[in-house]
């Protein structure tokens, strides 16, 4: 039912900044959290950041301090932010929506990511 379409990556130089949306067709925030998540070839996707309906927020470690993840609810669209992007920050990152431990939503085509060194 409820269909995510993340937007806004590209390519930029190390150092650089991205910031990726993520815009729901329906409302996002009946769940209990939405998160990032990245895959880069060959790896799995991994959770990348997640926000709680209550503000809560978690990090990839590596990703600590520089990216941040945020949201609008009037805009029914969730953000994150990505500083001093890194070579090793190149992934597709998809967004989702949690609900009682579990990512409910289809993943969609999610967004490219690329960092050249």
């Known amino acids: 039912q409820v269909q995510l379409v993340e937007s806004g990556g590209g390519l930029v130089q190390a150092g650089g900044s991205l910031r990726l949306s993520c815009a729901a067709s329906?409302?996002?925030?009946?769940?209990?959290?939405m998160g990032w998540f990245r895959q880069a070839p060959g790896k799995q996707r991994e959770l990348v950041a997640r926000?709680?309906?209550?503000?809560?927020?978690v990090y990839l470690d590596s990703v600590k301090g520089r990216f941040t993840i945020s949201r609008d609810n009037a805009k029914n669209t969730v953000y994150l932010q990505m500083n001093s992007l890194k070579p090793g920050d190149t992934a597709v990152y998809y967004c989702?929506?949690?609900?009682?431990?579990?990512?409910?939503?289809?993943w969609g085509q999610g967004t490219q990511v690329t960092v050249s060194s």
């Open positions: 989702n929506a949690e609900i009682r431990g579990v990512w409910v939503v289809a």
């Open positions: 329906g409302s996002t925030f009946s769940f209990n959290s």
């Open positions: 926000i709680t309906n209550g503000g809560a927020t």
